[in-house]
Structures are given as structure tokens and as C-alpha cells.
């Protein structure tokens, strides 16, 4: 598995397919996020913000490799091994990138409640942005594996059903990821900081479950 890792890392970074996701990630943390704005707050936006740029990510390693080179390197080390590379190289990608948007949001931000009367405790806050990063990113993974090869293989359903997909969990009032998101907004209003544990857990069972799909998928086609 490192070596696949390692290989899959390497594609990811010189193709430079990853940019457009980088972007993404950018405007949409940019527009919702500005400097003195509630710390609880930004960094909700900004944890939410990561779900469809890691849903992108994994489309991105799932097709970023050539026919050819695929097919040899499924016969080498096997298809289900190649397509948990692909997915765990895109879950890595997104969580650098979104822990490296939390940090910045973190220091530009306002560590007091929305009416800017009650100081929110730093230190907590950031790992609680953290925990409801690492539920959005484990939420998009899953988006994105079940919406994609080897799971979903029609020509032309992938993108916009992985956009549709990763709206809805983002936005349903059920999800857990909406829960992550939810729980920092909520002590934005109080000063109170609820780390996202449950949704966390939700997520990360619901990551696995789709990592195991699509791996079992693409050892069967």
C-alpha cells in the first residue's frame, strides 16, 4: 500500500488536476470567511466548505490515470488495493488542504460570540473546526466514491450527481455533516464550544462503508 500511496500521490501532484479543487476551496472559504468575523463561525463555513472539494478530490484520483497504466497497475497489485490508494490518497489531499484553510481562518477571525460580548476559548474551537473538518472531509470522500467509478459508471452521471450529492448531505437538516457544521454555529451564539463527536463517528462509519463498496466493486469489474 505505501508504494501505491506513493504512486497515487504522485499522479494527483503532477497532473495538476487537484488546482481546480484548490480553487474551490479558495473562493468559497474567501466569500464566506472575511477577517474579525466570529471564530466559531468562519470555521464552520469553512469545515463545510471541504465536503464537495473532497468529493471532487476523489473523482479526481478515481479517473486521473490512464487506461492502460490503470490496467497494469490493477494487475500488479490488485483492483480493490488500487481503488483504496485512489480514495485514501484523495481523503489525505482534502484534509491538508481544508486543516491548512482552518489555521488561516482561525488567525484572521474574532474569538468572541456573534454579538462580539463573550470571548470564545481559542484553543477548544480550533479543534472542534478541526473534528467538523475531518466529518465533512470523511462525508465528501463517501460522496464521492458512491458517486463515481467504479460505483457509478454511466458516461456523463458522475459530476453532476456528485455536485447534487454533496449539496444535499451539506445542506440536509439529517446529515451529520450538517450537524458538524450546525454545532459551531450554535455556540457562536453563546460562547459555548460542542465538539462534533457524533457527527464524526456517523461520518467515518458511513466512509467506510462506501470505501469498502467501491473497493469490493472494483475487484468485481
Known amino acids: 500500500m ?11 501532484l503532477r497532473s495538476q488536476r487537484w ?27 469553512s469545515a463545510g466548505a471541504i465536503l464537495p472539494v473532497s468529493a471532487w478530490l476523489v473523482r479526481v484520483c478515481a479517473t486521473g490515470e490512464p487506461p492502460a497504466a490503470r490496467a497494469i497497475t490493477q494487475a500488479a497489485a490488485g483492483p480493490g488495493r488500487v481503488q483504496l490508494a485512489c480514495t485514501i490518497t484523495a481523503f489525505s489531499a482534502s484534509l491538508v488542504l481544508g486543516a491548512a484553510g482552518t489555521l488561516a481562518v482561525a488567525a484572521i477571525s474574532s474569538p468572541y460570540t456573534d454579538d462580539h460580548t463573550q470571548p470564545v476559548a481559542v484553543g477548544p474551537a ?16 463517501a460522496v464521492g466514491t458512491l458517486c463515481n467509478p467504479p460505483v457509478l459508471r454511466r458516461p456523463g452521471w458522475p459530476i ?17 455533516a450538517n450537524a458538524a457544521v450546525s454545532g459551531l454555529v ?8 460542542h465538539p462534533p463527536i457524533l457527527p464524526l463517528a456517523l461520518t467515518a462509519a458511513v466512509c467506510v462503508a462506501a470505501t469498502a463498496l467501491g473497493c469490493r466493486l472494483a475487484a468485481r469489474r
Open 126 to 141: 480550533v479543534a472542534a473546526g478541526l473534528l467538523a473538518l475531518l466529518a465533512c472531509a470523511l462525508l465528501g470522500t
Open 160 to 176: 453532476p450527481v456528485t455536485a447534487l450529492a454533496a449539496l444535499l448531505v451539506l445542506v440536509a437538516s439529517g446529515s451529520p
Open 186 to 193: 450554535r455556540g457562536s451564539h453563546t460562547g459555548a464550544v
Open 2 to 12: 505505501k508504494a501505491l500511496l506513493r504512486y497515487q500521490t504522485a499522479l494527483l
Open 19 to 45: 488546482l481546480p479543487p484548490l480553487l474551490l476551496y479558495g473562493v468559497i472559504t474567501g466569500i464566506g470567511t472575511q477577517s474579525g468575523q466570529p471564530l466559531l463561525d468562519s470555521l464552520g463555513f
